[in-house]
């Protein structure tokens, strides 16, 4: 009844009132301000050389097999969820070691000539400082003649398969050059980023608190950056819109937060920047998304462990220790918004049928192979969105500083 | 009362008298295939020939004909056929070509080209009816001097009338016939014409040389001889028992010299021995000794229902002279252009009595287009094949039906082809597993000729004309045999075909990608130009030898 009324007099001033209230408390509750620090986590010239010696060796021995009269063949591991073994002490999807061998014959001579020539690209680039985005490795195949992709989904594919061949080598595809074209999410909150000037070297310091109506943009890569924070925990949100409403208010001031925007499932460079925050700096990682079976199982499960498709750079790529804030099944409950949801369409059913069946994650977690069957019980889907329902910020007012009373009470 | 009279039957009487062969040909000349002028022309050189060629075979001689059209006014033209056969003698001459149903080959039970001795008298009798003059022919046997006949037809009284009779002490062959008629007719090219005709006879008499010189060209066209013998004589046989219907046992009874019914049985058919005669009177429940002039209608009747019910074996088959397997491979391949011949021949068979035996052959895929050839190192190669004839093409588009070619003892039957037994069996024919497409119900589509041929004893037609094969069962069953065994080779033949389109394709993609994972592995590796070349080189062989058809 409480929540009831706190909406129907909503106004900005109420709502700035009771966040800051509530973000207050939160911060007692923590009872003090930290500063943590981390340094770029990688020595780059030591990567360079690792990157060109593996790149050497698989051609050098498709080369051996040539003269030797053999039909050469590479090999990679398969890139699925059956080749996927989960395991809570490790906390992400491991590659359970299956590898795909692919010999050189009619049906493979093309992608076998277009991995060796975007290997040779690889290795030009990394001996060059230089980089190419997956379009851009698209683009430079058209100088290829016969052996030029037709489709980006083509180049994709096979440079999907040069990074898991070369991930057997613990060699990552950034370490290779080919950055993926989509930046990472938007980050707001006590956080300063330490960049450098790729001309100068001259380092760049991003606060973090200090982007106005905007966020800090995550880049494609992170490993080489500096973070420094005051925050007590990371808050992943899955849409623009959650985030947007959340800074817009200061709640990440509040809170004493970092808010991170995944906008869908995120991309490699916010879990790794996520992971960064979550490990170098030791934050409690929690995940905000919608109540269906896409924000469970494809966002917040990629978010934690990674995925099937690229299991062989889960080992960075992914948060293990972030937990599950809401929306939850229960809360659609608790939080009275069973007439603010949406019926489950067929393929939401299908998703969470086919996590319960065959996701290792949520094989190994009852807590979640209940809150999923409990959600396909009722049937419904609730957004983030849906606590509008009872006013534009009880989100900020009641829903977020309730949860965060009980973080242990958090799926996993 | 007078103004409408009934006629009386003495007065009818006096409108009732004998109508003439002739007589009835005249008005009924669709019947022999002279419906129009186009088919004139080719039934009158059809007959010329057949009848040549018949000649020929028959005294062993390798047959030259030559035949030339020549336009004489808009619509009329005249024909000429000369042969090299055994020539006529001189008092035969007017009885063969002017009286109709006069000839050796009616009563004879020998495989022949002409049957009823109707056609080249009808010849010559239709060029008399359309231009006023008769049939001349010329003709020399070896022991004597030529002789050019002119006649004329008196057709109410079936009998020729001399115009002209010369001996000719100049005559330039050793031995032959010449037959010359003008008739009204036109003359057109393209299917069911003269020079279809004269192509598809090329085809089935290998051992023919045909001269042809159609209206207006200069040169005659020569359709070489592919094979070197005569064909065989085929034997003559006595009727079977189970061939002869109850009118013409009634005759033969009537015509015999036997004056016991068993040796009748013994002596005019054959087949027939003490032991099957014997059973035969014994089921018709006459005496052996009957007087067969002697036996009544219904005692025929009775004997004729005993002879089909009596087992009797087959009839011998030496009576038949197919064309054979080779001499069907030669005339296709000389007259038909084409990368593929299959040809197949059954085993003799009986319809009502009467011995046949079916050969089929199939000549496929039209040269002039690209082809893919495997040489002995097994590598492919595209070839591109000239045609090698330059007379008319038999073979159609491959997206046109089969062309099927019928032959009756060796003669083409050019038209009524959708009646026809031999068409009916083609399209029964599931082609479809022989790598050809097909309609439900209709020819198969390639390019493809499809040769039938029947030789038999008697040759059941389905009208006078001589131009459709009754669909008796045993012959469908024949033909249909046939046409699989030859299309299961076709069949083998086209997916092997396909087969090394196939892998001629896989090996140019291979060649299209491979010099990339030559270049891939230069720039990583860094070697020179050269190395380059030899691990492509070393990949290809790799990769072909993994790769054998």
Known sequence: MAARKTNQKTSKKTAKKVAKKTGGTAARKVGRKRKAGARAAADPAA????????????AAQVHRDARAGRLPQIQMPQRNLANVRFDKKVGYFEMAGNLKTRTLDVNSVKTFAQTLRLMALAKEMVAGEDFAT??????????????????????????????????????????????????????????????????????????????????????????????????????????GGMFQRLNHHRWWRTANCILVEMGGVPTRATRRFVRRLADDLRLPVYAFVDCDPYGICNIYRTLKVGSGSAAHVNRKYCVPSATFLGVTPQDIVDFGLQDATHPLQPVDVKRAKDALKNDPFFQAWPKWRAALKQLLKMGVRAEQQAFAKWGLNFVIEEYLPRKLKEPKKFLP | MASRKHATAEEMARAQKEISVSEFFAKNRHLLGFDNPRKALLTTIKEAVDNSLDACEEAGILPEISVTIEQIEDDRFRVVVEDNGPGIVRAQIPNIF?????????????????????????????????????????????????????????????????????????????????????????????????????????VANPHAEIRYQPPGSDEP?????????????????????????????????????????????????????????????????????????????????????????????????????????????????????????SVATRPPAVYRGNPFQIEVGIAWGKPGEERLEVDQRGRIRKTKRKRTTDTEDLLGAADEPVRVLRFANRVPLL???????????????????????????????????????????????????????????????EVKLALQEAGRRLGAHIRKGKRVASEYQKRNYIEKYLPHVGVGLQEILGFDDEEREETVEALRESMEAARKI
């Open chain 2, 415 to 477: 038209f009524q082809q959708s009646s026809c037994a031999f068409t009916k069996a083609v399209i029964q024919t599931s082609w479809k597993n022989y790598g050809l497409s097909q309609a439900r119900g209709a020819l198969p589509t390639g390019s493809a000729v499809i040769l039938v041929h029947m030789a038999s004893v008697w040759v059941p037609f389905t009208s006078e004309a001589k131009e459709a094969i009754a669909p008796y069962p045993e012959i469908m069953k």
């Open chain 2, 98 to 202: 002017g009286k109709l149903l006069y000839g050796s080959k009616f009563h004879s039970r020998r495989q022949s080209r002409g049957q009823q001795g109707i056609g080249i008298s009808a010849a010559g009798l239709y060029g008399q009816m359309t231009t006023g003059k008769g049939p001349r022919i010329e003709s020399r046997t070896r022991r004597g001097k030529a002789h050019r006949y002119e006649i004329q037809m008196d057709f109410t009284k079936n009998k020729p009338l001399i115009t002209l009779d010369q001996e000719l002490d100049d005559w330039p062959r050793p031995h032959g016939t010449t037959f010359a008629v003008t008739l009204e007719a036109s003359y057109q090219r393209g299917l069911r014409s003269v020079d279809d005709y004269i192509k598809q006879t090329a």
């Open chain 1, 134 to 239: 997956k379009r851009e490795a698209y683009y430079v195949s058209k100088n290829w003649g016969d052996a030029k992709f037709n489709e980006q989904r083509e180049s994709d594919t096979v440079l999907d398969d040069i990074e898991g061949m070369f991930s057997v080598k613990d060699v990552t595809r950034e370490e290779l050059r080919f950055v993926p074209e989509e930046h990472g999410g938007s980050v707001v909150g006590p956080l300063v980023v330490i960049d450098r000037d790729p001309e100068t070297g001259e380092p760049i310091r991003s606060d973090c608190t200090g982007m106005g109506s905007g966020a800090f943009t995550i880049p494609s890569t992170v490993d080489h950056l500096g973070l420094e924070t005051t925050a007590d925990f990371v808050l992943a949100i899955e849409t």
């Open chain 1, 47 to 58: 990567l360079q050389a690792a990157a060109l010696e593996s790149i050497h060796q698989v």
């Open chain 2, 221 to 341: 066209r020569v359709y070489p001889r592919a094979v070197k013998e005569v064909p065989e004589r085929p034997a003559e046989i006595k009727p079977h028992p189970y061939g002869v219907e109850l009118g013409e046992l009634m005759k033969m009874l009537r015509d015999t010299r036997c004056r016991w019914l068993s040796s009748f049985l013994q002596e005019e058919f054959c087949r027939v021995g003490p032991k099957v005669a014997r059973e035969i009177i014994a089921a018709a429940g006459l005496g052996e000794r009957s007087y067969p002039t002697r036996i009544a209608r219904e005692e025929a009747d009775r004997l004729y229902r005993a002879i089909q019910k009596t087992r009797i074996s087959a009839p011998p088959t030496t009576c038949l002279s197919p064309i054979g397997e080779e001499r069907i491979r030669e005339g296709l391949m000389k007259e038909c252009d084409a990368d593929f011949y």
